[in-house]
């Protein structure tokens, strides 16, 4: 089983996106879904993540902007991100919480 985070891209200050994150198997054999981003020369950290339930828990760095969200019948996690600012600037990563092995993530660029 594979988590694909995607739709990732090139947005100005103050602009949205949102990424996906699918599982290749079912959502079902996964509890608590995060997204986590590293920024260059920084260390990776957790943004938000979302349990089996519904229920979410955003880092500080996220309160107020952005929301996970999970789909179950698509087997997707979703990050929707507003009010993006440069320092957003890093590769996304979707992955389990606790974070167990890591795949590609998604780049994600803001522009002042």
């Known amino acids: 089983v594979q988590l694909q985070a995607s739709g990732g891209g090139l947005v100005q200050a103050g602009g949205s996106l949102r990424l996906s994150c699918t599982v290749s198997?079912?959502?079902?054999?996964?509890?608590?879904l995060a997204w986590y981003r590293q920024a260059p020369g920084k260390w990776r950290e957790l943004v938000a993540f979302v349990r089996r339930d519904g229920s979410a828990s955003y880092a500080d760095l996220a309160k107020g902007r952005f929301t996970i969200s999970r789909d179950n019948p698509k087997n997707t996690v979703y990050l929707q991100m507003n009010s993006l600012k440069p320092e957003d600037t890093a590769v996304y990563y979707c992955?389990?919480?606790?974070?167990?092995?890591w795949g590609q993530g998604t780049q994600v660029t803001v522009s002042s």
């Open positions: 992955n389990e919480y606790p974070a167990r092995t």
């Open positions: 198997g079912s959502i079902s054999n996964f509890g608590t």
